[in-house]
């Protein structure tokens, strides 16, 4: 199962196969097994609450058609006229007829209709063609076994009736035919007197051949009649029906386990369908199908969401192949910068909680352990979180921004040190708006200003951004930028990096890449190890498993 997007410049590419019919049932795994539970205990209900049937069967055993023992009527015998197969359906038919269950129903003394008692009732020829075959059910052994033997009773005197019929209808057409051969012969002896020489002789011959016609008939007239009373009704043997022991409906057992097989069945088709609709991020080839950018790096996570601790990142208590992967994607970021022509970052992510805060915060410290001027700007001014970060850990100082109409008044302009490892955090709050909304001032030249000049020169500006699913104003920031970098978390479904890439389908900013922030129960979950890109064709496949850099999985 694939879903398939296209369109100029990647912006609607997007091919993504399904995570294959085990993989969709490892990850539904609880709501197959919750359903095949359900499934099961229904199966057992109902198997307690149904009432006990039972099934008692007879079997008629016919005489051969082909023997001489069967009703020959006018020299053809069933075998002449017709196979096997069409005489057992013959006598199927008869046995199922509305007038052997008639007679069925005068044998049980009980009311009714033919149409009732088929309810109960199902005459079918045996597999091999050798018998007609009688199923009854009823709640009850006894009557289910009286069902059955009264149907079976019921088509032998059926079909004895009709023998008996069909003999006397063949000697009434017989007999008529002897008495016209009887007035011819009559008639020739009349001739006799009157006839002489050549003629009578003629006369005689003729008369000795109508009477041996006449003896024949006789004799076919004896042979059916004694036919008729030989094959009765044409069963050989009548094997009839006894009440069963056991009841013809599954144990419980078998019906608890049909449910939880048919549970399981259709819980896994829907897991299949689900995991094909709902598709995650579960590799960086599934985000970078469906944003149309390349992957800078994987940062790994663990935090609050994961221990319960609440802390936030210590560069000193960091390892230093965790940091290196900053210091990868930072090099990934700098090369697409260099490409658009700017120092603006917008980091964005599609929905709260996806690592974006600690993403820009750690990207920030491993510009200033190069060496480099670094601003950051809180825009995300509902949480404050970065500005809370940085305060807190004394990474950088938190300066908030005062507000007059459109003009940006910056602090003082201070020497740059000789060395460069110094940076700054502008907090933007709702005090400083004076009522406006807060897309207001990122439209507005002061915000402009403050990104371009900030009493210092800056090598990089990253903006921490609301949420672009949750916040307006997160594309009016995008839209102040130079680029747009966007931070997915792994298990983020495509449906929603999709959502996220039509928002900023409403800027003329652009995304130049990703960061994946898998925590390490996802990546657990899933399967997923740490990689570092193949940046500039440099740096390893993997990275080892390390302690990241975290906020406690609290930022945005």
Known sequence: MSETMSGSNGDDALVATGPGL???LWRYRLVIGAVAVIAAVLGLAASLLLPARYEAQANLYLRDPGSAAVLNVNGLSPTQSGDHAVFMATQVG??????????????????GTPEDLRKSVI???????????????????AEAAGL??????????????????????????????????????????????????????????????????????????????????VYGSGVESFQQAVPPI??????????????????????????????????????????????GVPM?????????????KDESPKPGESDPAVAEVYHFVLAGLDHALSKVGGKTVAVASAGPRDGKTTTVLNLALAAKREGRE??????????????????????????????NGDEYRPPTPRPRPKTATCGKVLQIGPEERNGQHPAE????????????????????????????????????????????????????????????????????????????????????????????????????????????????????
């Open 22 to 24: 085990l993989g969709s």
């Open 441 to 556: 001032f990122f439209r507005s030249k002061a915000f402009r200003k403050m990104l371009s000049f900030s009493g210092e020169p800056d090598d990089l500006v990253l903006i921490d951004t609301p949420a672009l699913l949750d916040v307006s104003e997160a594309v009016t920031i995008a839209d102040q930028a130079d680029a747009v970098l966007l931070v997915v978390n792994l298990g983020t479904s495509l449906a929603t990096l999709r959502r996220a890439r039509e928002r900023l389908a409403f800027t003329d900013t652009p995304l130049i890449g990703y960061v994946l922030n898998a925590t390490e129960r996802s990546r657990r979950r899933s399967g997923h190890q740490a990689r570092l890109p193949w940046l500039f064709g440099r740096g390893p496949a993997n990275a080892p498993d390390a302690t990241p850099l975290s906020n406690g999985g609290k930022s945005g």
């Open 374 to 403: 670094v601003l950051l700007v809180d825009g995300d001014e509902r949480t404050r979180r970065l500005s809370q970060m940085c305060r807190e850990g004394g990474y950088f100082d938190v300066v908030k921004v005062s507000q």
């Open 296 to 308: 800078f790096g994987e940062t790994p996570r663990q935090g609050a969401q994961l221990d319960g």
């Open 123 to 141: 005459v079918a020829s045996s597999p091999d063609l050798a018998s007609p075959t009688i199923r009854a059910t009823a709640g009850d052994p």
């Open 148 to 229: 059955a033997n009264a149907v079976g009773t019921a088509y032998q005197q059926v079909a004895g009736e009709h023998t008996a019929a069909d003999s006397r209808d063949a000697i009434a057409g017989l007999r008529a035919v002897q008495a016209q051969r009887e007035n011819e012969l009559d008639s020739l002896k009349a001739q006799f007197p009157q006839s002489t020489g050549a003629d009578l002789a003629t006369l005689q011959q003729r008369s000795l051949h109508v009477a041996n016609l006449i003896g024949e008939l006789q004799v076919h007239q004896d042979s059916i009649a004694a036919q008729a009373a």
């Open 94 to 111: 008869l046995a199922g007829s509305d007038a052997v269950f008639e007679r069925a129903l005068q044998l049980l003394k009980r009311g």
């Open 246 to 291: 056991t009841s013809s409906q599954p144990t419980s057992l078998l019906l608890a386990l049909s449910g939880a097989i048919v549970g399981l069945v259709a819980a896994g088709g829907w897991a299949w369908w689900a995991a094909a609709r709902y598709r995650r991020v579960e590799a960086e080839v599934d985000a970078s199908t469906a944003l």
